[in-house]
């Protein structure tokens, strides 16, 4: 056997990190690793795609060679793609384009290789690491739970550029590739196989030996590759002018909601109908050019931003004293707390949902039940695992026994009396000291929570959003008294339900609320002033949100949205001062969604019974009603956002900025594309912001007047 390194000889022991590996074995199958065995994560730097180079063109050198293995350099590892690091750096898009051509070359050698090439993939194997697998002749799949397959590019801004427009849409059809690229899709074992991505899914035990079949197999046809066709309507709607119908399709979903503000999915629409239209060297070079392009757009480099943020708030729940939650109680079968204990039972966690009425407790059960069945339909789940998580959901109108407890949490009405009441009842009937004593508030103090129990260091806020199954963001709130080792460990429950946690210190609103009462509250006001609910929604949408505020309000609720402004006014009189819809939309019990409608109809749309209550409010003004342009609603409803945000980081609430961008898109969904608010806010310029927030407090009111630490900032740009 010959072992190699890139392009010189060395021993197991002494491989290098951030390098390939091969080795030739007696049957004459070289297996090339794309890592050394200590490299958890593997991704395409500079030094790996040289090295990868190197190695097979080393490879296709060797007399005995009759196949090659593309494999991750262990178990759960393949590739998770190109190095962000080098996205972030490119800032010409020529060179953007030569990283393209470069690395799309090295991959085209594995085609060029007159044995077969068999991908072994086992764990990630995203953008550029399944672009090279697409560029071997078979893909065999390990059934490890770590494993995924497919091409997330657009979700940084950009495409697959290494080739992987071409080669995915002429080994899958048209319409498939544009759901997979254009969507980001992540693919799983069956889902894999089923879509033509992979030919075959095997145990992971098995995998080696299973790409090496492959091999034998092709070997004893004299074949190097699999004789593929599409067929049926993947064929009508690639390869002729029927994929018109297809190309149409994908372009009306990408000139709706936010898709319009992202270009890659348009040039990615471009590119993969490139591969049944132009001869493969002109298509490359497309996908090249299209990825120099967007590689250097602002929407990409704010995207690329957020990621490292998302990366590095994984890095929260790692810290010294952070514990596994082994088991929970919640207590609260509202739709928070039904939705917070499904979470827990999908993750593995032994849960216990308590409330004083039987009746919300079972429709959770049921609620869970038929999500769970939603994706044991799509394929993503199966029959026993379904059943597993209903296993460890119990329900119960009585605590039961709490010494096991490893994590009690609420998720009752915002009421401080009756939080402090049920902590208290849950410390006297038996959970242990070293348990953590949880709050979902989205507004009342944990410090006052702390005040009411006993060892009031293991006291946390865990502010889910609602519907928790969908909402990324948790705040881990810290009390006064809360130690980072509570802290870490709800940081860790948070990443271990798939959410990004960002430490925010106890104040009125915390982070998300405080920042969104402005922005509701002056919606309402724009209402009253005589602005339609669907002038301002849409244009808030225009801007990029995924909702506007009326409908915002319509699904929070106006009870909550009183409830949250009172607590803001309390803390700060003279800027948050709450509109008088909220209270007379409760009065009037049209609180939204929850009541059957609210500004809007029960669905969303049209007039709802809030309405009304609109018009009495607008007849009782002594003043006209307006209508306010776009400029007016952008200034009023986003700049005064910018500036609590800042206000935020002045007063300690969040440790940086990267805790305001990660924080706001992921609690209210802040444009994405923009990078966050404080990117969005230089872009616009703080200057700008300014200047526009002191006339509207000369014109408007004086609630519009910026602090400080924002004034401040603008002068020193």
């Not at 590019?153 to 995915?168: D, N």
């Not at 004293?321 to 993750?347: N, P, S, T, Y």
């Amino acid at each position: 056997m010959t072992t190699n390194v890139a392009s010189s000889p060395t021993t197991a022991a002494d491989k290098p990190r951030g390098v390939v590996h091969w080795s030739l074995g007696q049957d004459g199958i070289a297996v090339l690793r794309l890592g050394s065995t200590d490299e958890t994560v593997v991704t395409f730097t500079r030094d790996r795609l040289l090295s990868l180079d190197a190695a097979l063109q080393q490879i296709g050198a060797e007399p005995r060679l009759r196949g090659v293995v593309l494999a991750g350099p262990g178990p759960g590892m393949f590739c998770a793609g190109a190095d962000i690091g080098l996205i972030q750096d490119i800032t010409d898009c020529k060179d953007g384009e030569a990283a393209a051509v470069q690395g799309r070359s090295i991959f085209q050698r594995c085609r060029s290789l007159a044995v077969p090439v068999v991908a072994a993939i086992e764990g990630p194997c995203l953008g550029g690491g399944c672009e090279l697998a697409l560029f071997a002749d078979v893909r065999v799949l390990s059934d490890h739970p770590a494993t995924q397959i497919g091409l997330p590019e657009v979700k940084l801004g950009i495409l697959p550029g290494f080739g992987g427009t071409f080669t995915l849409a002429r080994l899958v059809g048209l319409p498939k590739a544009l759901d997979l690229v254009l969507n980001g899709k992540l693919l799983r074992g069956k889902q894999a196989a089923k879509a033509g991505l992979v030919d075959r899914v095997v145990p992971a035990s098995k995998l080696l030996a299973a790409a090496k079949e492959e091999i034998e197999r092709l070997a004893q046809k004299g074949r190097k590759h699999v004789r593929r066709k599409l067929r049926g309507m993947a064929y009508w709607l690639s390869c002729t002018p029927l994929r018109a119908l297809a190309v149409r399709k994908a372009r009306q979903a990408l000139q709706q909601g936010q898709a319009r503000f992202y270009p890659a999915p348009q040039k990615a629409l471009q590119c993969l109908v490139n591969a049944f239209t132009l001869p493969a060297e002109r298509a490359f070079a497309a996908e090249a050019k299209a990825l120099g392009d967007l590689i250097v757009t602002p929407v990409s480099k704010g995207l690329v931003h957020l990621f490292f943020l998302t990366e590095r708030s994984k890095r929260l729940g790692k810290q010294d004293g952070a514990l596994d939650v082994q088991r929970a109680l919640v207590v609260g079968g509202g739709v928070m707390g039904a939705g917070i204990a499904g979470q827990f039972a999908e993750k593995g966690l032994r849960t216990r949902l308590c409330d004083v009425d039987l009746a919300p407790l079972v429709r959770a059960k049921a609620r869970l039940q038929q999500e769970l069945d939603k994706r044991q339909r799509r394929g993503q789940l199966q029959a026993h695992e379904v059943q597993a998580v209903q296993d460890r959901l119990a329900i119960g109108t009585e605590a039961g026994h709490l010494g096991s407890t490893d994590l009690w949490l609420e998720a009752v009405v915002e009421d401080l009396g009756v939080k402090q009441k049920l902590m208290q009842a849950a410390v006297a009937r038996g959970l242990r000291d070293d348990a953590i004593l949880a709050t979902n508030t989205s507004s009342l103090s944990v410090t006052a929570m702390q005040r009411s129990v006993p060892h009031p260091e293991r006291v946390v806020g865990i502010h889910f959003f609602n519907p928790p199954e969908k909402m990324p963001l948790v705040e881990v709130i810290r009390g006064e008294d809360t130690t980072a080792a509570a802290v870490a460990t709800a940081c860790r429950l948070a990443l271990r339900l798939g959410k990004f946690p960002v430490v925010v210190q106890d104040a009125p609103g915390f982070l998300v609320n405080r920042c969104l009462a402005p922005y509701v509250n002056e919606a309402a006001r724009l209402l009253l002033e005589g602005t339609s609910p669907e002038a301002i929604d849409r244009a808030m949408l225009d801007f990029g949100m995924p909702m506007g505020p009326c409908r915002l309000l319509d699904e929070i609720g106006f009870d909550v949205a009183t409830k949250v402004s009172a607590v803001m006014h309390a803390a700060f009189p003279q800027r948050m001062v709450p509109c008088e819809l909220f209270a007379a939309m409760t009065t009037a019990k049209a609180l939204g969604q929850k009541t059957g409608g609210g500004i809007y109809g029960a669905d969303g749309t049209g007039d709802g019974p809030g309405r009304a209550v609109l018009a009495s409010l607008r007849a009782q003004r002594a003043t006209p009603g307006r209508e306010a342009g776009r400029g007016e609603l952008l200034q009023r409803l986003v700049y005064p956002l910018v500036d609590e945000a800042f206000r935020c980081l002045d007063e300690g609430l969040v440790a940086s900025e990267d805790d305001l961008d990660l924080g706001l898109v992921m609690g209210i969904g802040f444009p994405p594309f923009t990078g966050g608010i404080t990117w969005f806010a230089r872009r616009e310029g703080l200057a700008n912001i300014t200047a526009a927030l002191d006339a509207l407090a000369r014109t408007v009111g004086p609630r519009f007047q910026p602090s400080d630490g924002l004034r401040r900032r603008a002068l020193a740009r």
